[in-house]
């Protein structure tokens, strides 16, 4: 059995609940513990008409909180999207995750018809996401 740490592993992530008109948030992120940064996308969305959504290429850090008792596992990301004139913040993220990287709560803001909207103390799972089960469907996605 090999003690390496992979290069680079897939982490997909559920933010908010999943209830009918909530506003959720999905991530989708490459890992890389080498240097411990990520990189990927994420998603706010809203069943409500007009919908929302917030698509963003994220890219972030992530650093160990530990205490005497536990360690927790901090993410910190910021979201662009490109427009006519070039590249636009319209997300950011502080993730604290369970050291098993399963469970956790964030605090997350984007920007909606100009104004930035900020959730918090949100829910957080690993989740699997059939559209995007390998870091080649997430490469394909964050480039489009």
Request: aromatic share 6%; net charge negative; proline share 3%.
């Amino acid at each position: 059995m090999s003690n390496s740490v992979p290069n680079v592993f897939l982490l997909n992530l559920l933010i908010g609940e999943s209830m009918p008109g909530a506003i959720t948030c999905t991530m989708n992120l490459g890992v890389t513990p080498k240097t411990r940064t990520v990189q990927g996308r994420s998603v706010v969305f809203q069943a409500v008409n007009p919908p929302l959504h917030v698509e963003s290429a994220v890219t972030g850090k992530y650093n160990y909180l530990c205490t005497n008792t536990s360690c927790h596992i901090m993410i910190v990301v910021s979201g662009y999207t490109e427009n006519e004139r070039g590249s636009l913040k319209n997300f950011e993220a502080r993730i604290l995750l369970e050291d098993n990287w399963e469970s956790g709560t964030a605090n997350y803001s984007f920007l909606r018809d100009g104004e930035w909207v900020k959730m918090s103390n949100q829910k957080v799972r690993a989740i699997e996401n059939s559209e995007i089960n390998d870091l080649g469907k997430l490469a394909e996605a964050a480039n489009n």
